[in-house]
């Protein structure tokens, strides 16, 4: 068995005296683990870092079979954000998601190049946004994506101006349906802020990615980590906790 797909690192660890055992996001082939000679060796140790882009070629002599790889380093995003911690963190956070998350050797295509547009993002301003977005995405692919078109108890469409009487503002943590500003307000201690960048009619901001990264925590830890009797990965939590604690000082601005 033999087969070479574009795909991005998620984690590795020592495997043996020399080798790595690798966690791929593949394009055409999913999540799919395989062990890397010399992978613990200087030359190709910074090819298995988290949010390299390869081209992979995976052998094995049954399809059932750990296999091994043979990794081409297209790009390191990792490498190109060890300046910034911030960034670097985010990138790290969604590797972990999706090697937690994602059930090994399902094709995710949309997923793959949801990751790929993350990646570019962070040389973009709006880099955190992005992130956000992508983990709304996340949710969708692991069985439960959220319902931002319309209020649930009213109807009231996704599509109102901001700056109207009434406009979705929040959403169920229960149900994961977004509820309208007015109908909400009685409960709103015990509903979630909807940043209204996802709706796009904002450009975004640290409080509204803030507001997001609490809102998908919530279903992230519900939907996808307590139904496998699994807790958030560390790497996702210091992500938020480094951005909250960088954007909730006084005078902080976008980065």
């Not at 977005?133 to 109102?160: H, N, P, S």
């Not at 939590?237 to 909730?248: A, G, L, N, S």
Request: glycine share 10%.
């Amino acid at each position: 068995m033999e087969w070479t797909d574009d795909a991005i690192v998620l984690s590795s660890r020592p495997y043996a005296d020399s080798a790595a055992l690798a966690s791929l996001l593949t394009r055409e082939h999913g999540r799919h683990a395989g062990l890397v000679h010399g992978g613990r060796s200087s030359r190709i140790r910074p090819v298995v870092e988290p949010g390299t882009v390869v081209r992979a070629t995976w052998k094995a002599r049954l399809a059932d079979q750990l296999g091994h790889y043979s990794l081409e380093p297209v790009r390191s995003g990792a490498a190109l954000l060890l300046d910034d911690p911030l960034r670097l963190g985010a990138l790290v956070a969604a590797c972990a998601l999706v090697d937690a998350v994602l059930p090994e050797r399902e094709p995710h295509a949309s997923l793959y190049d949801g990751m790929v547009a993350l990646l570019d993002s962070f040389e973009s301003p709006f880099w955190a946004e992005v992130y956000v977005r992508w983990e709304v995405g996340l949710l969708e692919v692991g069985g439960f994506g959220l319902d931002l078109t319309r209020c649930a108890a009213t109807g009231l469409e996704a599509q109102g101006a901001q700056g109207a009487n009434d406009y979705l503002a929040y959403v169920s943590p229960r149900t994961g349906r977004a509820v309208s500003l007015t109908a909400g307000e009685p409960f709103r201690d015990k509903l979630l802020r909807l940043p209204s960048f996802l709706l796009g009619q904002s450009a975004g901001g640290p409080e509204e990615v803030l507001a997001g990264l609490t809102l998908t925590g919530h279903f992230l830890e519900r939907h996808l980590f307590a139904q496998r009797h699994a807790e958030m990965p560390p790497a996702r939590t210091r992500f938020v906790e480094r951005y909250t604690r960088i954007h909730t000082r006084s005078g902080t601005t976008p980065a």
